[in-house]
């Protein structure tokens, strides 16, 4: 007997998801009660509006977690391919208009031209050693004579002109800054993820210091690309914080780290493990995994780096007796190991515009983090903490000396905005923001207004004696005020943005703020005074004028110094010392010598004596130019 039906007929069963019609029992329900009534069916007919429901914004506690970001490869490849073209307008521009004035690039510049011309003339191994004026360039180690030589591969010394040279060695150190942004990038990715990554690359490249300082052929711009790589690539072996890490990146990436240091070592010398040693060295103490394997990795990168850069040394100790003693001999007198400086305040002002976020990412370690995430902002803060504090202790400090830690302070700025861009996502806001971003943007403004206004009234300002010269030449009024409305338009768009609490959008108003005016700023100082050398016209008078014949400068007392490198790289020619005695047996053998004498009464009475006429005169410091007459 089959099993009685134990069913309600009379039950109704509730619609599964998706459905919107409702289940009804025809016996026991009527047509009333299953059509609605006209008015509720005319609601029904109407379009329905979206509904956000928006949550209020909360202040965040002061301990936050900060998720992991889900990985993408598209993503993590478009930011960076973004973060570093954004950041080349200020770079390029009018690259090749500014004369050779730094010390440090005309040396470099120097040395690589005068070891160029050798090795084209058939010197052997004459890149093994440069020269500057015919003496050994051993004040540090000769990479950025090799890099610059290497600008120059398709050029025919005999027919490139001057400005060619410059051009050519500033766009190396151009891509050198663009591996310092990859580096930045790479090391953000490690610590953080793309967000912090893509920040901190563009608070990196639209930083003043940056900008100005890789612009130029010299060592300080070389080290920085060296050093970053080498932090970049030693992060990615230890994949600090991450649980997973096979073997083959491991192996890699400390053997691209060790590869980097000795280029750095290379660069600059002995000062280059300094460095890169502190960030690493932090990041293995501060990682609770892998501390053995990430610190034979470091030792295995050190020992990789002293053996790629050994061959030199032995090759140049073993050629000259007195290297060792110009290479090693170089060490500032300590000071107060907390001693604050004017260069300092200088490197505070270049930092523009980031300072005032740099000091909140100074203490965001120990006010608004905890555990994994205090240990990732802990990496950066010490590799600029423990780095500021070793060359605060010389006394001959130069704010170059602090360039390489312009990407910690990068990345610094970057996981600041990245953990205010995560509070927004929480519709949460920092409590403490308004200490950073109402200075931020109240300075913004004013540069928006004095800025414009300097530039436009400077003939005014020279007139009335308050500058010497024009300082950024070339702006007319009416440039001038659509810079200025256009930078206080861009200053009110972020702050509005700042204060809805859209933080992204408001450090992408001060990357755009910055690269219209350090762009349009670039281009006018690469053609002001500070970029004019004086030495130019006169080296180049020189050289046409003594053509082939001998130029000289006479070393009469032991105080007389040769020609500065910027004019002896204007020259293009080795200007030899002389004494009076081989000056006469060069006369005396009716060789036709040109001579570079102190602007003193008694050397040209010397030179009148012995037989030389005046030529004309060089400034900047005061000399002379004698030639005698060729018989």
């Not at 930083?207 to 932090?231: E, G, K």
């Not at 491991?250 to 040693?277: D, K």
């Not at 800025?451 to 400077?458: I, K, Y």
């Not at 108003?509 to 004086?534: F, K």
């Amino acid at each position: 007997m089959p099993a009685p039906d134990r069913r309600d007929s009379s039950r109704v069963i509730r619609p599964t998801w998706g459905s919107v019609q409702p289940v009804v029992n025809s016996d026991t329900t009527s047509a009333d009660q299953i059509l609605p009534p006209e008015d509720t069916a005319a609601e029904l007919d109407k379009p329905k509006k979206k509904r956000r429901d928006k949550k209020p914004v909360q202040v965040a506690p002061r301990r936050v977690s900060v998720p992991p970001e889900p990985y993408d490869r598209w993503r993590l490849w478009s930011s960076l391919i973004i973060s570093v073209v954004v950041c080349l307008p200020p770079l390029l521009v009018d690259l090749g208009a500014a004369d050779v004035g730094s010390n440090r690039e005309s040396i470099t510049l120097l040395a690589a031209r005068e070891t160029w011309q050798a090795s084209f003339d058939g010197k052997e191994n004459a890149w093994l050693i440069p020269t500057v004026n015919s003496e050994n360039q051993l004040t540090r180690p000769p990479m950025s004579v090799w890099l610059t030589m290497a600008s120059w591969w398709d050029l025919d010394p005999q027919t490139v002109t001057t400005d060619t040279l410059i051009w050519r060695a500033r766009m190396m150190s151009v891509l050198l800054a663009v591996l310092t942004l990859i580096g930045t990038y790479w090391a953000g990715m490690s610590i953080g993820g793309v967000r912090v990554a893509r920040l901190a690359t563009m608070a990196l490249g639209t930083t003043l210091l940056f900008a100005y300082q890789m612009r130029y052929a010299a060592p300080d711009s070389h080290l920085l690309a060296f050093v970053t790589l080498s932090i970049a690539s030693g992060l990615w072996a230890m994949r600090p914080l991450k649980p997973i890490n096979w073997v083959g990146r491991r192996v890699s990436g400390w053997l691209l780290a060790g590869l980097a240091l000795g280029a750095a070592i290379m660069t600059t010398g002995w000062s280059a493990p300094i460095f890169v040693l502190p960030p690493l060295v932090a990041a293995i103490c501060l990682t609770p995994m892998r501390r053995v394997g990430n610190t034979i990795g470091l030792i295995f990168a050190i020992i990789l780096g002293l053996i790629a850069s050994a061959p030199w040394y032995l090759y140049v100790s073993d050629q000259v007796p007195e290297a060792t003693r110009q290479l090693f001999g170089q060490v500032g007198k300590p000071e107060a190991l907390f001693l604050l400086t004017w260069s300092h305040g200088r490197v505070l002002m270049m930092l523009s515009p980031w300072q005032i976020w740099l000091m909140g990412a100074l203490c965001q370690p120990f006010i608004r983090a905890e555990h994994e995430r205090r240990r990732q902002l802990l990496i950066a803060w010490f590799w600029f903490i423990l780095i500021f504090i070793a060359f605060s202790i010389p006394a001959a400090r130069h704010p170059r000396y602090l360039v390489p830690l312009l990407p910690a302070a990068g990345l610094m700025v970057g996981q600041l905005w990245s953990y205010h861009a995560h509070l927004a996502t929480q519709r949460q806001v920092d409590p403490g923001v308004n200490l950073l971003r109402v200075p931020h943007w109240i300075l913004m403004a004013i540069a928006s207004i004095a800025g414009p206004l300097f530039v436009a009234f400077q003939p005014e300002l020279l007139e009335a004696g308050y500058i010497d010269h024009i300082e950024l030449p070339g702006a007319t009024l009416p440039l001038c005020g659509g810079l200025g409305l256009a930078l206080l338009l861009i200053v009110l768009l972020g702050a509005r943005w700042h204060y809805k609490w859209r933080p992204r959008l408001a450090m992408y108003a001060t990357v755009a703020w910055m690269l219209i005016a350090t762009t349009l700023g670039m281009a006018a100082y690469s053609r002001s005074h500070h970029n004019q050398n004086l030495h130019r016209e006169h080296a180049e008078h020189l050289t046409a004028m003594a053509g082939d014949h001998l130029v000289v400068y006479l070393q009469h007392n032991a105080q007389d110094a040769p020609p500065d490198e910027a004019f002896l790289f204007y020259a293009g020619r080795v200007i030899r010392p002389a004494s009076l005695e081989q000056i006469d047996a060069l006369v005396a053998e009716s060789v036709r010598i040109f001579v570079i004498v102190p602007n003193t009464a008694e050397a040209g009475k010397l030179m009148m004596e012995h037989g030389l006429d005046h030529e004309f005169d060089l400034t900047d410091p005061a000399r002379r130019v004698y030639s005698s007459v060729e018989r």
